[in-house]
């Protein structure tokens, strides 16, 4: 992602100093009827395949569609703007170095083409400085904590432990000693692979043409590229009416530094920056009060692991809440006075209390970092501040249809607002413009929650397949496992947790699993990948699972589900489908 902070120029990169590539606009139809769809990485389901194209539709048609549409963008782009470079500096640029930059410029370059990156703050992005590098730092110490302080837990193994303490700044230096160093590892990989790193802010000046430089009215460089990928992540979301100090009201970038850990802490929102907050707070010693405008806690989990979560997760601990309020106003401390914060009903709008505490966390959600990125020059008009994308995450224009050449991924754009989600739509989109036409199957894209035990989730939510269910008509049904019944958790007395998927009992189809327990972030990607390579139940039910392992919960998951014999003829065109996404795969691993 990008900062808004002015920056450096480097210097040496200028675009005289940059070697041309060869790349034309004879290139422009990235998807020849040739190409077969590419079921990798995450990639297009069956289901997908059949529910978003007919089988009345050839491969052919589908291609000549979207080149006639690519066709038209261009003419209209070009009639627009002026005319796109006939050569270029570089294949692809990529404007925002973090996480998803950093996997589209890896697998470009793997893929042969030239290109460079464009970083107006520090390499990694939200990711690995302000967000999932430092926030895993601290909650490991917090983890650790959690488990000296329990008298039963330590007894319950045979272990004594004297009374467990921490250094603040040592923490602190652990979380910032880890960013440094994944920062360091992404940039010297890039270089490595002859990637180049351009500093300064980047923003699209026309068809193929980003100029990068200092956020200022100076001219700054000018690159040109035959693809370029908007990839600016986002900053913090902070509602109106609060006031944010950076000591007692503060944001998640705040909180990573550790500067304090107060005696009393609001946060406000219960989503995963919340939960997660509230695990290493509580586990150094402060009291939490969460302030959620809904009605329940943690809104987006599944609501069966949410009430099972809020059991294990707050009900013990030091924490209480307010649900169903907005927190209107919040001024900072000062002058000895406690932070303050004004309730109002959610609903009702009406005042119902005032908090005074050490400190406020805002975990209110992220926002897209987009601003100045000059897409208006290209015809290109933000939706509440995210860059609109089709399916292929090639940007859209005012009339909806898409830029030539344009593509923008990860936060910025909206769909899915996860490092890896960014990182693996960049790989969709190198897919594309080097001419495997990839669409990326979000319902795949597994999540995750921190927490001590973790939350994880890939696919729909109990409520979400029951309303997709009652649309298309189909039947649902759901199995749980518990760790309870795990040998491997037992054994490190750690059996509190369930395992749940939900699944349609007429064909197999995984629609979504979550866990809560031991290690369930590691565990939920075998789940992933069988959405994503279109795996069914019947067929997963056989893989052989090492014993005693936590990966036993999946396989008592799956193997618990109930599954009807559908008609012979249905289970004839099943198995037909099988058999050709199988051979697709095999002949593209070739």
């Not at 040496?12 to 769809?37: D, E, G, Q, W």
Request: include cysteine; proline fraction near 4%.
């Amino acid at each position: 992602m990008q900062s808004s902070l002015t920056l450096s120029l480097s210097q040496s990169a200028t675009a005289s100093t940059i070697p041309k590539s060869n790349y034309t606009l004879n290139h422009a139809l990235r998807f020849p009827p040739s190409k077969h769809i590419n079921l990798r990485f995450c990639g297009l389901r069956r289901e997908a395949l059949l529910g978003s194209y007919s089988l009345s539709r050839s491969h052919s048609l589908q291609n000549k569609t979207l080149s006639k549409k690519i066709n038209n963008a261009i003419s209209a782009s070009l009639s627009a703007n002026g005319s796109a470079p006939k050569s270029f500096d570089y294949d692809l640029i990529i404007i925002g170095a973090g996480v998803g930059g950093h996997g589209a410029a890896l697998h470009a370059v793997e893929k042969g083409l030239k290109t460079a990156i464009i970083e107006g703050d520090v390499v990694g992005g939200t990711c690995v400085n302000r967000g999932c590098v430092p926030s895993k730092a601290l909650l490991a110490v917090s983890g650790r904590m959690r488990e000296l302080q329990s008298d039963h837990h330590m007894k319950a193994l045979g272990l004594q432990i004297a009374a467990a303490g921490y250094d603040r700044q040592g923490v602190a230096d652990h979380a910032n000693n880890l960013a440094m160093k994944i920062r360091n590892n992404l940039t010297n990989s890039m270089k490595a692979l002859g990637v180049d790193i351009l500093t300064g802010f980047g923003s699209i000046l026309g068809p193929q043409t980003v100029r990068y430089g200092k956020l200022d009215d100076s001219p700054g460089n000018t690159v040109t590229a035959k693809d370029i990928i908007v990839a600016t992540g986002s900053v913090p979301f902070v509602p109106k009416g609060i006031e944010v100090d950076g000591k007692t009201v503060i944001t998640s970038d705040h909180a990573l530094k550790l500067e304090s850990v107060p005696d009393w802490i609001a946060i406000v929102g219960s989503g995963y920056i919340g939960l997660e907050f509230s695990d290493v707070y509580t586990a150094l010693g402060s009291e939490v009060t969460f302030i959620e405008a809904l009605d329940q806690l943690m809104p987006g989990f599944d609501p069966e692991i949410g009430k099972l979560a809020q059991r294990v997760l707050i009900n013990p601990r030091k924490i209480d809440y307010h649900t169903g309020v907005f927190a209107t106003k919040i001024t900072p401390a000062e002058n000895g006075k406690p932070v303050t914060i004004e309730l109002i009903d959610a609903k009702t709008k009406e005042p119902k209390d005032t908090l005074e505490v050490d400190a406020a966390l805002i975990a209110t959600g992220r926002a897209p970092f987009t601003k100045g990125l000059g897409l208006d020059n290209v015809q290109v008009a933000l939706k509440n501040g995210f860059v609109p994308v089709d399916e292929r995450m090639q940007v859209l224009n005012f009339e909806g249809n898409p830029v030539p050449h344009l593509y923008c991924i990860g936060d910025s754009n909206g769909k899915m607002m996860l490092a890896h989600a960014a990182s693996a739509q960049g790989i969709s989109v190198v897919e594309q413009i080097t001419g495997r036409d990839h669409v990326l199957n979000h319902l795949s894209i597994p999540a995750a929650c921190f927490t001590h035990p973790e939350i994880s989730m890939v696919g729909l939510t109990e409520p979400q397949a029951r309303e997709k269910a009652e649309k298309e008509g189909f039947e649902v049904s759901v199995t749980k496992t518990s760790f309870k019944a795990n040998t491997k958790a037992l054994a490190e007395n750690e059996g509190e947790g369930i395992a749940k998927l939900i699944y349609r009992p007429d064909n197999g189809e995984i629609l979504g699993v979550h866990i809560f327990g031991l290690h369930a972030a590691d565990l939920i990607h075998e789940a992933s990948n069988a959405i994503a390579l279109g795996t069914r139940i019947q067929d997963i039910k056989f893989a052989v699972h090492a014993h005693p392992t936590l990966s036993e919960v999946l396989d008592e998951l799956f193997k618990s589900a109930k599954l009807r014999r559908a008609p012979s003829t249905f289970n004839l065109v099943t198995e037909v489908l099988n058999l050709w996404g199988r051979l697709k795969l095999m002949f593209q691993a070739q």
